[in-house]
Every structure is written in structure tokens, then in C-alpha cells.
């Protein structure tokens, strides 16, 4: 090795630098490798001419596709000029899903990679080759965009009201084709004017349903409508109502209860906002001082009640005024419940009262004369009953295998209350 030769080669060992040319991975690199002493000198094992050269990309196509991942791939003419491969892919126009992927080498030339369509957000797939030398080049190639939307028209299965929790509501559209889905949109409001209208992006639960959990309390009433819109791939919008609801609950107070000889009397007012028009049942119940409890009787808040309509604007005809036979005797807790009619809780508990239930005390007397003669006593139902002045109960005028009978009929015949 002459003089000069040996100059340059110290020059190269000592100037040579790393050269940035404004892009992370696009660069010049001194390609130095296992280096040993040479003469006392450090110096390069340098590849062979031809890995300098600059790769010469064929072409690049969309290989095999899976329904989960599909394939970039990029054909080089020199593989052994060839440092790296890689793939930047992004589906958004502001590239928030851009992706880099390191490339996969068949062997033969081939450089790909398969990639899961679920990395990103939609199905329209730009891809960008980066081909990196040994030489330091590197060279960029736009693959055609890979188009993945399903263009047949969405079919729907159905709609319905999903799992409601305490807190929120579900509307949910089933699709059989859900490839076909651009985007499902719903329209929630509570007001006839539409004054508290919402619209809200679906969820997709990756089955073929589309749905979205919405809070009760970002609308004004209690009263909800659902309009749900499809839009699909092929340009198409299709929209579906849902059916109604509400979730308001019965309303009432439980005013007052006596308690009788034999009977209970109860009186109050209810209502259901879910419709004003309908009258709600009334359940009364007797519970004991061990906690038991008894159905005394069911009765319809249907009586007239304008003070009630005057609070609420719901109707005159929601009061309830009811006695109730019973058999119970001695001191109760009553129970008054209004049944739901619409959306809300089944049950709105409306209160207690106490009171004390009394029976009345029953003789039986075998008499003769004409003093106890049928035409001569209160009838009823063609058997003798008159009050007694001397006893506190009444006297029923029969003897025998009738007494024994009619004992208990006798003692549900009479209303004393």
C-alpha cells in the first residue's frame, strides 16, 4: 500500500461522520464492521461493491389476506443491498392511527408483513414502503390503497331496549351484515319539542349488535324516544324508531285507616304520569307485630278527586276510599302499595297506619213460641238474625246441624262497619 492510500484510509477512520438529514430513520451510514489492526491502524472491513448499490424495488402489491390481517409486500431486485424494510400504515386522515411495522423477508426477494385490520380505525388502508440500503439510501413508494369496506346494504335484524341499569338506558340495533356499517347513530329525547335531543355514536359489540348506555339524567323528562340511524358503506341511511318508554313510577299518599268491627276502611289517591287516563291498583296489606302479612284487599284509585288533579294536572279520578272484610282481630300495621303501569319500578310503596280490628260476638239461641217466629225477626237470607239489647253481638235463631254449618257463613255475611 502506497503512501496516498494510506492517507485516505486515516482520513476515512477520522472524518468520517453519521450525516442526519431531518428524518428519524433516513440517514447515510458509515458502514464499518469487525474491525481489527492493520500495520498498527484500525481499519474497516468493508462489504463488496455490490451491497453498495442502491435497492431496486420491482414493485409492491397486497399479498394474501386473512378475514383477521392482511399483506403489504415489496419485490427488490437486489436483496443484498438491502439493510431493512418497513411499513408505515394509517386508515385516518390526521394519521392518529399510523403505525410502523419492521418487514418479514421471504428469501427470494420478497419483503411483507402481515398486519390485523383491528390495529386501526377504519377500513380504507394507506401504506407507505420505507426501503432502507446498506449504502445509507433510502427510498419511499405509496402502495394503492387498500380498500376493505363491505359495499352491500345494511340488513337489520332488529331493535330493541337493552339491560337498563339504575342510572342508564341501552337502545340497540342488531345487524346481519355488520361489515356493511359505516356508522350507527342515536337520537334520544325526552320533550315533545325536541328541546333536550341528543345524538350519540354506537358502540359495537363485535357480534352484530350496535348500542350505547345513556344516562336518565341528561334529559329533562322521564319520558324517552329513540330514533336510530344506519349508515352504511355503500352511501345508504336507513332510520328506525323505538318504541317508546318512560320510567316514572305510581305516586300517592295513603291518607287514612280505621279499623272496625270485622273490616278495615282505607282512603288516599295514586297516579301513574306513565297514563294519566288509567287508574292504578291499590294493594292493602295487614302485617302483625311478628311481621307477618296479611292481603287484606286490592282496590282501583278511580274515585273522583279534583284537588288531587288541582296539585298534579293528572285527572280528577285517582282517589281511592275502600272497606275491606277480615277475619283478623287485634292490633295492625297497614300496608297501602300503587301497582306501576308504565317503565318505572313495579311497586311505590305508599305508608302505614295502625289500627285495631275487633270481631264481633255471635249467639246461638233455640227458642219456641210465636215470639220467634220468622215474621217477627230480621231476616237475612232467610235466616233469623236480630240484635240482642242484653248481649253486645247478635243473636242467630237456629239449632243443631244448621249451627254447625252456617257458623262460619254467618259470621262473613255480616258487615258490621
Not at 287485634?330 to 280490628?357: C, H, P, Q, R
Not at 247478635?394 to 254449618?405: N, R
Request: aromatic letters at 14%.
Amino acid at each position: 500500500m502506497d503512501m496516498l492510500q494510506l492517507f485516505y484510509r486515516r482520513m476515512y477512520i477520522h472524518l468520517y461522520p453519521w450525516i442526519k438529514i431531518g428524518l428519524e430513520e433516513v440517514h447515510v451510514k458509515r458502514v464499518t464492521h469487525n474491525y481489527n489492526k492493520f500495520w498498527g491502524v484500525i481499519r474497516p472491513n468493508f462489504k463488496s461493491t455490490t451491497t453498495m448499490n442502491n435497492p431496486t424495488i420491482v414493485g409492491t402489491y397486497w399479498g394474501n389476506m386473512t378475514d383477521i390481517t392482511f399483506r403489504p409486500v415489496v419485490i427488490i431486485n437486489n436483496p443484498e443491498t438491502v439493510e431493512k424494510v418497513r411499513f408505515a400504515v394509517w386508515t385516518t386522515g390526521d394519521q392518529s392511527d399510523l403505525k410502523w411495522y419492521d418487514a418479514n423477508y421471504n428469501g427470494i426477494g420478497g419483503y411483507f408483513k402481515d398486519i390485523d385490520f383491528v390495529d386501526f380505525a377504519n377500513k380504507l388502508y394507506i401504506c407507505h414502503v420505507y426501503v432502507y440500503g446498506y449504502n445509507g439510501s433510502v427510498q419511499s413508494v405509496e402502495m394503492e390503497r387498500l380498500d376493505n369496506y363491505d359495499y352491500s346494504k345494511p340488513s337489520i335484524r332488529g331493535v330493541y331496549w337493552g339491560n337498563a341499569t339504575d342510572t342508564t338506558f341501552r337502545p340497540v340495533v342488531a345487524i346481519s351484515n355488520p361489515t356493511s356499517i359505516k356508522s350507527v347513530r342515536f337520537a334520544v329525547w325526552s320533550t315533545s319539542d325536541q328541546r333536550d335531543l341528543k345524538w350519540y355514536d354506537a358502540n359495537y359489540n363485535g357480534a352484530g349488535d350496535y348500542f350505547k348506555d345513556i344516562e336518565y339524567s341528561s334529559f329533562v323528562s322521564q319520558h324517552y324516544f329513540c330514533h336510530i340511524y344506519i349508515y352504511g358503506n355503500d352511501g345508504s341511511t336507513q332510520a328506525i324508531a323505538l318504541n317508546d318508554f318512560d320510567t316514572y313510577n305510581a305516586e300517592g299518599n295513603f291518607e287514612t285507616a280505621t279499623g272496625g268491627v270485622g273490616c278495615i276502611s282505607i282512603r288516599g289517591w295514586a297516579f301513574d304520569r306513565s297514563n294519566k287516563n288509567e287508574s292504578v291498583y291499590i294493594h292493602c296489606y295487614a302485617k302483625d307485630s311478628a311481621g307477618k302479612a296479611t292481603l287484606i284487599g286490592i282496590t282501583l284509585a278511580n274515585l273522583e278527586r279534583p284537588d288531587v288533579n288541582n296539585a298534579y294536572s293528572v285527572g280528577n279520578n285517582h282517589g281511592f276510599s275502600e272497606k275491606f272484610i277480615t277475619s283478623l282481630s287485634g292490633t295492625y300495621t297497614i300496608e297501602a302499595s300503587a301497582m306501576n303501569i308504565g317503565g318505572g319500578k313495579d311497586v311505590t310503596f305508599l305508608g302505614t297506619k295502625t289500627v285495631t280490628i275487633t270481631q264481633p260476638t255471635i249467639y246461638f239461641d233455640s227458642c219456641g213460641g210465636n215470639e220467634c217466629e220468622p215474621r217477627n225477626v230480621i231476616n237475612m237470607e232467610h235466616y233469623g238474625v236480630l240484635p240482642n239489647p242484653s248481649r253486645s253481638g247478635y243473636i242467630f235463631l237456629m239449632v243443631g246441624i244448621q249451627k254447625k254449618k252456617m257458623e262460619k257463613k254467618l259470621r262473613k255475611m255480616i258487615l258490621l262497619c
